[in-house]
DNA sequence: CAAGTGCCTTTATC
DNA sequence: AGATAAAGGCACT
């Protein structure tokens, strides 16, 4: 199937599928694979050009967040050279609606930890509790489910190199199950509501929490906050907070809890109503060079 | 080459 | 409330 993207909708997919916001989809010569539920989808892009299968319309436009109007996000977040250099080196990079229960796992596991590490991690498990499907030869592994990856001991999961996030995860995808958790029903809530609920999983703070809300629920008054984020603060922004914050940031190894409000409040206050597409952007933007 | 550092953090403990 | 240590293991320097 294909889709001709007008010119108002910029989109650049190499740049979305590669900036931490989802680990298992492979770059085979010109196609993306992804996993979808329990089949594999297939993509790429020329130009204006999207071609794929596996998947209806409906499903590409809402998936890949083709819906949000960037040149828009673009007016309002651009307050600032650094800012609209990060624009211009990803522009047509979106945020996705992943799947909620892949997008919490993964991010419980993606704490301390660097991105290939993540994508390793997650590989593991899809590998050892996923389905296989096969398409076009290869072997492709769907996400495991939650009754799955309830039912494996916590010794077994951590074989998938989660060290000790395989606690967390066992003890999140336990609850799910007990509980009988609705996340679609999240989609409807507020910001608020759909975090303090995420918050009470094991393994799932301000930081994880927040990413599954932006990635899954499409909530984009998130604003994660990670050490990416916080260089950029003291590289770029400096001069928006006084010397002595810049210093303990410095100081400190991690990030503290007031200074991760200072910083989200900050990223909210100056960018805008859609403050995250900037996180996303600076983020891509420091990790590529610094 | 060994040892240190850092990794899209959370939790337990003070 | 707010700071601090501990928790895999691997890649990189």
């Known amino acids: 199937m294909k889709i001709l993207l007008p010119d108002s909708v910029i989109f650049n997919l190499d740049c979305t599928l590669c900036c931490g916001q989802t680990f298992r989809w492979e770059k085979r010569a010109v196609w993306w694979y ?9 993509i790429r892009q020329t130009g204006n050009q999207l071609e794929f299968e596996g998947a209806s319309e409906p499903f590409i436009t809402t998936y ?24 211009e080196a990803f522009r047509g990079l979106r945020i996705l609606r992943q ?49 799955t990856l309830a039912g494996a001991t916590v010794e077994d999961l951590r074989k998938c190199d989660l060290g000790y996030r395989a606690d967390y995860v066992s003890r999140t995808a336990k609850k799910i199950r007990e509980t ?16 303090e ?12 929490a927040d990413c ?38 410095q100081d400190e190894k991690g990030l503290s809890d007031t200074d991760y409000e200072k910083l989200n409040y900050f990223g909210r206050q100056y960018f805008g109503s859609f403050a995250v597409y900037a996180q996303e952007y600076l983020y891509a933007c420091e990790r590529s060079q610094g």
């Not at 609920?197 to 994880?208: A, D, H, M, P, R």
């Open 99 to 147: 799947d909620p229960w892949e997008c919490l796992v993964s991010f419980i596991c993606a704490s301390y930890k660097n991105i290939a590490a993540i994508r390793r991690m997650l590989h593991e498990l899809s590998m050892k509790y996923g389905g296989q499907i096969r398409f076009e030869g290869y072997a492709f592994h769907a996400f495991p489910t939650i009754d």
């Open 212 to 249: 599954v809300l932006l990635f899954s629920l499409g909530k984009l008054e998130a604003f994660p906050v990670d050490v990416w984020i916080k260089r950029a603060a003291m590289g770029h922004y400096s001069s928006r907070f006084s010397e002595e914050f810049i210093r303990r940031l």
């Open 180 to 195: 009988d958790y609705d996340f679609e029903s999240l989609k409807k809530k507020g910001y608020s509501q759909a975090k």
């Open 64 to 87: 890949f967040g083709l819906n949000d109007d960037l040149p828009r996000v673009y007016r309002e977040i651009g307050k600032d050279e650094h800012i609209r250099t990060a624009i």
């Open 197 to 208: 609920e995420l918050l009470q999983f094991s393994g799932v703070g301000k930081k994880v």
């Open 34 to 42: 992804g996993i979808v539920r329990d089949r594999v989808l297939r």
